[in-house]
């Protein structure tokens, strides 16, 4: 599976927006970016996906660079519940039936008041 | 509408011992994935059933692990003689497969699983 580096923490105010990178320099042509997270004692939530294009959703923004090799999360507006541990995966459109994914250790994203 | 359950929520077993985790994946699911994540790490892909069928088990650690999915819908994860580094979250997840084209996994509260 094609590797993803994302930081290990991030911090953001309130109200703000919140900008998260992730970085994807061995994707292939058959990867969609996949973003999910995982609030405290839970299990991961599906957030947003793309293949090349911009994506939006109700709850975040995807930004793919046009080379594909860095995307960005954007939270428009953080609140205390977006504090979370954010994964960026790749997943081979390609591969048959299995969607599995493969996660590595996230962004922990701080949310402060 | 319900959400994927997982029980027990929590589970504390003794070194060697048998533990089954239970899964019931969203209604109309044909496509259930369980993972393990342990302290700080994000989750590890485990097993992937299409339907009745193991599809994918590449991810279980050896043959001390072992998973059904009898009637396509629930699935219970089974580990004998556990060990304590079988310790972890236990997560199960469900999507509407592969025909949908949707891709979006459902993830529940997990399985927290303590071997002493």
């Known amino acids: 599976d094609a590797k993803t580096t994302q930081p290990n923490s991030m911090e953001s105010n309130e109200e703000e927006p919140v900008h998260l990178p992730c970085n994807h320099s061995?994707?292939?042509?058959?990867?969609?970016i996949h973003w999910y997270r995982q609030l405290p004692s839970q299990g991961p939530e599906y957030v947003i996906h793309g293949l090349t294009s911009n994506v939006n959703n109700r709850m975040a923004s995807l930004a793919i660079a046009e080379d594909r090799k860095s995307s960005t999360l954007i939270l428009h507006r953080a609140t205390l519940r977006d504090a979370a541990v954010y994964y960026c995966i790749l997943r081979d459109r390609g591969g048959g039936s299995n969607y599995k994914l493969t996660f590595g250790k996230g962004t922990l994203l701080t949310v402060n008041p | 509408g319900a959400g994927v359950s997982q029980t027990p929520s929590n589970k504390v077993t003794e070194k060697g011992k048998y533990v089954e985790l239970r899964c019931d994946p969203i209604?109309?699911?044909?496509?259930l994935y369980w993972y393990r994540q342990s302290l700080g790490q994000g989750p590890e892909f485990l097993i992937y059933?299409?339907?009745?069928?193991?599809?994918?088990d590449s991810g279980l650690p050896n043959d001390r692990f072992f998973a059904v999915r009898p009637e396509g819908s629930v699935s219970t994860l089974k580990i004998q003689r556990t060990e304590r580094g079988d310790s972890a979250v236990y997560l199960c997840?469900?999507?509407?497969?592969?025909?949908?084209?949707?891709?979006?996994?459902?993830f529940g509260p997990g399985t927290r699983l303590t071997v002493t």
């Open positions: 209604s109309g699911h044909t496509a």
């Open positions: 061995t994707i292939s042509g058959t990867d969609y």
């Open positions: 059933f299409q339907g009745t069928g193991a599809a994918d």
């Open positions: 997840a469900s999507s509407l497969g592969p025909a949908s084209g949707s891709y979006e996994q459902y």
